[in-house]
Structure formats: structure tokens, C-alpha cells
């Protein structure tokens, strides 16, 4: 995905899937910037094996393994675009099913609160082979639970601090 497309806006990938969150975006923003939480409301990651110190900095790297023990894959995801507090544009790699450009949008609600938007589709590999519906349903399904863990870790910091 070139620079370009990464600065279109949220949706410009298929498949968006939203939630509201009880958190402001500088909550939300937290989880996502913090590269060691990136297993526990991605589907999918299993284990973080490092964190870029620039993170979540254009260019920096998550070093994760994808899959199911012990059917597991070590790959990275990159981010493409970072607005912090609004936007976070990342290419997850998952060879050898491919890669996936993932736009995740945070926008401020009233009273505190947040709605994220992911928009998501594989963007190389093999992956592009599985017919669009059938990959638009996966991914939805995907991120709605994406965004489920997201919501419990974002409200849940909020409760603490």
C-alpha cells in the first residue's frame, strides 16, 4: 500500500467493522501504541517476540508469531501511517498466507468516549485468492472481536486510571 492510499482515509480498505468504546481516544491510543499488548486484542497474534523501540513510529515493527500452537508462524507487522490519538495504518505479514493492510481510525465521541473503525483486506499473497465475500465475512467477524478486546483493555485501563 503506498503512502498515498494510507492517507485516503478510514474505509479506504474493504470490510470496516465499528464500535463505540468508554474510552477517549488517548486511551484507545495507548493500547495501540503499546506494541507488547498487540496479542491480546489482535485474532490471531500468539506471542509477541519483540517491539521496535520507535513504535508505533512510520517505519517501526512489531516482531510476532501468528497462528495456532504449534502451528505458528514468526512474521512482523509495519506501521504505514501514524496520527496519533486518530489513526494508526499498519501492514500485518502472515506468510505464508500473505499480508493485510489494516486502517485502524479513532474518532472522539461526546461524554469521553470513542469510536474505532478497523478497515481491512489482504493486500498480498495468497490470501487474494479467497473470494471477496467469503474474505469480507472472515475479516468481520475478525475485527468485531478485534475491537471486543480492544474495548476491554481501553475501558479497562480508564476504570484503573
Known sequence: MSQQT??????????????????RPDQVFAVLGDGWLYPTWVVGAVRMRGVDPEWPSVGSRLHHSVGVWPLTVDDDTEVLLCEPGRRLVLQARGWPAGEATVDVHVEPLPHGRSRVTIAEDVSHGPGRLVPRPVRALAVRVRNREVLRRLAFIAEGQQSIG
Open 6 to 23: 494510507a492517507e485516503r482515509g478510514p474505509g479506504t480498505t474493504r470490510h470496516p467493522v465499528s464500535r463505540d468504546l468508554d474510552a
